[in-house]
């Protein structure tokens, strides 16, 4: 059934048009017109706003209809936008200050592949627009969608603590040390002109502005969890109400500040995909934590990635502030004279964590199910020190980075890489496909487990996967191994490789390279129907 | 190279793109040393100096053309596509099929004209970097066929 936005929508985007007509016109317009003349105008333009905003609202409508949010717009020229709900990546509730006034939220969709945020249907009554999300999510993951009241609170910002924090930025420090400039300025130089002073002081507000807008949109920051999602509640003057999906969490940091170093605080960013704001918006999307201890950080921190990697929100914690760090080799000093000591990498069966940072001391962990690719570089003077930088890519902005490792170690770090992360996505899409796989996560099968000589102090494997199945391959000359070992599997926790998903094909180097690899008999002939129907 | 640049049998791409990108590189320089050559004829004798330093700087990159062009290569694994190029800062990327979300083939004028073409595949990762240019006419399309087959199998989303 088709739906129209709140009532009072026009009269609120009529303001907002006519508003900005007000300033286009005010300056010069009172002068000339007089004020009388100046109403008069400025009630046509009123009426006129409201108008169009009334046409616009009597066009416009949304529906849900299946798995699509469909959205109509448009008098001349008819369109109707259909969202499937599965592309969704986060939907939020944004409450501007206007519409908090009469009772009114906006909610956006964050698409796949959108380059803006998609079809905000602005605007909903609270409860209405609530009542919606609950229901497009619970239609986007398959699972009902608990309400909000379920949510047990994960962490909430301190708001004396986000505000001392805030002061303690490089902006807010910068501000003092301006005005005592420009004061200096101006007594020693009686030519500083009004002007100059004035410009001076709208540099400083801008550079403020970053620290003041953090608290303002951080103000009673709150994460909570219910079983589908992480909810994020913020802001002081505009409200926004946030509902991230677990597993479109793509990537986290943690960040340490130099300045927070003494008090010892942190913050932490998710990286969802699909958020398209760029700069402030984005920043904003992908805030975890705005500040706290440490500890406190590191325990939310895990929360989240245990659930993204585990993609429910019920999963374990996964703490990678506590995985064991393999350091690049001394020579690296010689890049990285201060950073070397810190920076290094750790890679489990399901994550990828990589510390980095002198100063700004940051960590990144990335689940390897989200990895999309991974890359191995080597400057000229990396070369000169046998040294090479591995890079692993997430859909999102953010790119977990080892620096300088040893080059052998980089190549098999890489290689390590991706057949980890090709096992944790088809752990994570095989219960869906095959009913007859037992529930356990599949080990990661790991053929490129390389020989302990290749990947320096073991990477931290836990321990349930620690025998290599069968003969260790060198690192991946064919992926995984090409013939699972007749017999019983080799390691305890070993699934049997299935005939559906391993590639149990004759090995298919790149030199047999044309015929179609692994076209295993259980599969359907390829084509678009082949597609696992796991969405 | 060691680990992976070893363990796999790399293709080279085609030896004609090493006369497609010469030719390029000829042309720029020539046009550059003109350029300057005409402005040491107009405005100052000092311009020869520029036109100089154009045509070492193009006859060095000339000398490396080759070796950077044989330092191209792809190799195609039963899950994932590598992809290594670059002599100064030497680079290699590894891209799992399940993870394309489309394949480009393209093909410039002068890569038309030589028979080649270029083959990106795209991830949702803008830094994945995973494009094999110089690819003969026919082979970009297998190439492109077999992404796109193994891509569809696979497909895991994001």
Known sequence: ?535 | MTAPPDTVSWRSISPRYFWLRLTVLAAWTLVFAVAAAVAALLVSAWFLLITFAVLVLGSLRAVFMRRSVRAWGYAERAEDLLVRHGLLVRRLSIVPYARMQFVDVTAGPLERAAGLATVTLHTAAAASDASVPGLEAAEATRLRDRLATLGEIREEGL
């Open chain 1, 1 to 535: 059934m088709r739906q129209r936005l709140h009532p009072l929508t026009p009269l609120l985007k009529g303001a907002k048009l006519v508003a900005f007509a007000v300033v286009a016109i005010s300056w010069r317009g009172l002068s000339d017109l007089g004020p009388l003349h100046w109403l008069a105008v400025m009630g046509a333009i009123l009426v006129v706003a409201v108008l169009v905003s009334a046409v616009v609202w009597l066009v416009t409508g949304y529906e849900v209809v299946g798995r699509e949010l469909r959205v109509y717009e448009g008098l001349i020229s008819r369109r109707t936008r259909t969202i499937p709900l599965e592309r969704v990546q986060a939907i939020d509730v944004v409450r501007p200050l206007l519409a908090r006034v009469f009772g009114l939220a906006e909610l956006r969709l964050e698409v796949i592949g959108a380059s803006k945020t998609e079809a905000p249907l602005a605007y909903l009554t609270v409860a209405g627009a609530a009542t919606l999300r609950s229901r497009l999510i619970g239609l986007s993951t398959g699972v009902p969608h608990a309400a909000a009241d379920d949510t047990a609170v994960a962490f909430s910002v301190d708001n004396r603590r986000l505000l001392r924090a805030q002061l303690l930025t490089p902006q807010a420090l910068a501000v003092p040390v301006g005005l005592v400039f420009v004061t200096w300025q101006a007594t020693l130089d009686p030519t500083w002109t009004l002007i100059g002073a004035a410009s001076t002081i709208t540099a400083f507000l801008g550079v403020f502005q970053v620290p003041v807008r953090r608290v303002l949109d951080e103000w009673g920051f709150t994460i909570g969890t219910d079983i589908t999602a992480l909810r994020v509640r913020q802001g002081l003057l505009n409200k926004r109400n946030q509902t991230v999906p677990p597993r479109r969490v793509q990537g986290l940091r943690v960040t340490w500040p130099l300045l927070w170093r003494s008090p010892g605080w942190a913050r932490a960013r998710i990286d969802v995909a699909g958020y398209a704001g760029h700069g402030e918006e984005q920043l904003r999307a992908g805030t975890l934590v705005p500040v706290a201890p440490t500890a406190e950080t590191l325990t939310v921190a895990a929360t989240v990635l245990g659930a993204a990697v585990h993609a429910t929100v019920t999963a374990p914690p996964l703490d990678a502030a506590a995985l064991p760090v393999t350091a690049p080799p001394r020579r690296a000093r010689w890049l990285a004279p201060l950073a070397w000591s810190r920076i290094g990498v750790a890679v489990t069966d399901t994550l990828v964590a990589v510390r980095e940072g002198v100063l700004t001391r940051e960590l990144v962990a990335v689940p390897l199910v989200r990895v999309q690719s991974v890359r191995v570089t080597q400057g000229p003077l990396q070369r000169a020190l046998d040294l090479a930088t591995v890079h692993v890519d997430t859909a999102g902005g953010l790119h977990a980075v080892a620096r300088h490792r040893a080059t052998t170690d980089a190549y098999a770090l890489a290689d390590l890489l991706a057949s980890r992360s090709r096992s944790a996505r088809r752990a994570a899409t095989h219960p869906k496909v095959s009913l007859a796989k037992p529930s356990t996560p599949r080990p990661a099968t790991i053929p490129a487990t390389t020989p302990a000589d290749q990947l320096p102090p073991p990477a931290p494997l836990p321990p349930a996967s620690s025998p290599p199945a069968g003969p260790t391959t060198a690192p991946a000359a064919v992926p995984p191994p090409a013939r699972p070992p007749a017999g019983p599997p080799a390691g305890p926790g070993e699934v049997p490789p299935l005939p559906d998903r391993s590639p149990a094909g004759p090995p298919t180097g790149p030199a047999a390279a044309p015929t179609p690899p692994d076209r295993r008999p259980a599969d359907p002939p390829p084509g678009p129907a082949a597609a696992p129907p796991a969405a």
